[in-house]
């Protein structure tokens, strides 16, 4: 399908899409812009090849959707561009480190949903792309929420998740939060069930930031995040990116979640660089 100068080739049931037909690097026209916008909202993960992004025409871009917002954890700003975030597992010498950064990309979360206007939208680069593994994997929430039983979908109405930045780094067995990031991201509580406010549709809002369910029995709240978890990632509502080299991904945080799949990082180099646009509070 083309629309305006873009092709948009959409994946299994409509969820991520291929986008050809622009250059990110370019001063993108504003048409173009909002035809990405409607592919992203429709589709929730477009998926980009061949681009040649730089940190800063990937700032560039991004920052077209809206502000942008640094990551949490300072360790891993760009100095130069700190509303950049890079994850890597490269070191200084250019060899593995043998360390996957950031152990919660490894488990299925939403990104930032730890704060009371959780990520909009997400945009991905890969500058050193694993040759195994290392995949991207996304669920669709809305249609994961669409083929609820009836009586769960009723059950999930009204509950709201406590999503914790502290928790989900012991969840993740990741070094623990700082005083510092304790401060800036006390817990928060959002709808377990979203409203889009541009689909207009619901979707599942759980990921590994949420701890447990206001309201509801710690233990009871940790096995329904995790029945759902269960329902949400099974295959038919799954889309797999093998990343290759100059690819570029955006994603929908409102309606997704991700992981990263596992990877030798002994033995891999595999490194991300990441703009987050700002969203709003849940409803
Ligand atoms: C992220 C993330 C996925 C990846 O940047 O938010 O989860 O593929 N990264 O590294
Ligand atoms: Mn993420």
């Not at 061949?50 to 640094?70: C, I, K, N, T, V």
């Not at 996957?100 to 990520?119: C, F, M, N, Q, R």
């Not at 993740?172 to 889009?196: F, G, Y």
């Not at 990263?260 to 646009?277: L, P």
Request: aromatic share 6%; net charge negative.
């Amino acid at each position: 399908m083309a629309d305006g100068s873009i092709e948009i080739t959409a994946q299994a049931n409509d969820f991520g899409a291929e986008i050809a037909g622009v250059d990110l690097a370019d001063d993108i026209h504003d048409d173009v812009l909002a035809a990405l916008r409607t592919a992203v909202i429709r589709h929730k993960v477009l998926i980009f090849h061949d681009q040649h992004l730089d940190d800063a025409s990937h700032f560039a871009f991004a920052e077209r959707f809206g502000p942008l917002e640094g990551h949490i954890n300072r360790s891993t700003r760009i100095d130069a561009l700190p509303k950049l975030q890079a994850f890597g597992n490269v070191g200084e010498d250019g060899q593995p480190t043998g360390v996957h950064p950031e152990k919660g990309t490894l488990v299925w979360h939403t990104d930032k949903s730890y704060i009371a206007t959780p990520s909009l939208f997400t945009i991905l680069r890969s500058p050193s792309v694993a040759r195994d593994g290392g995949h991207t994997v996304f669920a669709d929430m809305t249609r994961a929420y669409e083929e609820l039983e009836p009586a769960q979908a009723v059950r999930l109405d009204g509950l709201r998740a406590v999503h914790d930045w502290k928790r989900s780094r012991e969840k993740s067995d990741e070094r623990p939060a700082t005083a510092d990031e304790i401060a800036n991201a006390p817990p928060v509580d959002h709808p377990l069930v979203r409203t889009h406010p541009e689909r207009n549709d619901r979707a599942i809002y759980i990921g590994n930031h949420a701890s447990h369910i206001l309201d509801l029995e710690l233990a009871e709240g940790e096995a329904l995040l995790a029945e759902l978890e269960r329902h949400a990632t099974q295959d038919k509502f799954l889309y797999r990116h093998r990343w290759r080299e100059n690819d570029v991904l955006m994603w929908d945080n409102r309606c997704t979640m991700h992981c990263v799949t596992d990877y030798d990082a002994a033995v891999e180099r595999r490194v991300v660089h990441r703009a987050v646009v700002q969203g709003d509070r849940p409803y």
